[in-house]
């Protein structure tokens, strides 16, 4: 099966799934906020095009008309979900559009003291953005769009994990008794795109997460020990010098069950925890020396 993505956020996540249905023949076009960046990507054999709030697409129905799977990684703001604001007449004129992927986040589950939330426990967001997260989520599956919500645990892989943190002498063991935090390697968080690809079901909502939350800063430590260094020290939550967008992070408190992905699109996660993500980044790494 091949056909053409188009990505709203070429960013972290949507450039590992674009390379990878790339290399199986798919053709990608998508958007960036930067004339920079958008060169980097044309130069890249990518498609690119510039767009934000401020900047719709140009020509967007002769884009989006060839479209047949759209992702959207493109958070909303205090006035909406720019993707929709600008283009969603654009979106469903698109002739041969098969599938959506919204790629929101589990922080719409709010605090739940540690318990664990599936997907059809309802949504109770905490924080403005992840209360504007909900709304986002509402209006797309409200849109007429044959839209996925893909409800993203912390994303980790390659230049973004706890080994470049402890490397780079970033890395802080904030603890904060009865916390845990849910994560997903982006290696997963592909395979589950594609698998909802493979096989549709529009207007479903699947949690992305692997299978064992954890406090962060085991999370470090396990990757100081990888690293044959020293951990940082443990600092008390309460103590801690934190940003506020940090400090709300601990805000929340829950573990976020991933089995939809499993039963319904056959998923086998490649990393079911933490250890094995590390790990594997690790060998990665080093094989390529």
Known sequence: MTGRLFCFGLGYTARVLANELRADGWAIAGTTRTEAKREALLAAGIEAHLFDRDRPLD?????????????????????????????????????????????????????????WVDESDPPAPTMVRTRRRVVAEGRWLASGLPVHIFRLAGIYGPGRSALDSVRNGTARRIVKPGQVFGRVHIDDIVQVLRASIARPN?????????????????????????????????????????????????????????????????????????????RALLAAERSAD
């Open 202 to 278: 529009p207007w479903a909502t699947y949690n992305v997460a692997d299978d064992e939350p954890a406090p962060p800063q085991d999370v470090v430590t396990y990757a100081a020990e990888l690293l044959g260094v020293p951990p940082p020290p443990e600092v008390p939550y309460e103590s801690a010098e934190l940003s506020p967008m940090a400090r709300t992070f601990y805000a929340d408190n829950r573990r976020v069950a991933n089995e939809r992905i499993k039963q319904e699109l056959g998923v086998e996660l490649r990393f079911p925890s933490y250890r094995d993500g590390l």
């Open 59 to 115: 020509d967007a129905p002769g884009i989006l008309a060839r479209a047949t799977h759209v992702v959207t990684s493109i958070p909303p703001d205090d006035a909406g979900d720019p993707v929709l604001d600008h283009h969603q007449g654009d979106l469903c004129r698109a002739p041969g559009l098969a599938w959506v992927g919204y790629l929101g986040t589990t922080g719409v589950y709010g605090d739940r003291d540690g318990a």
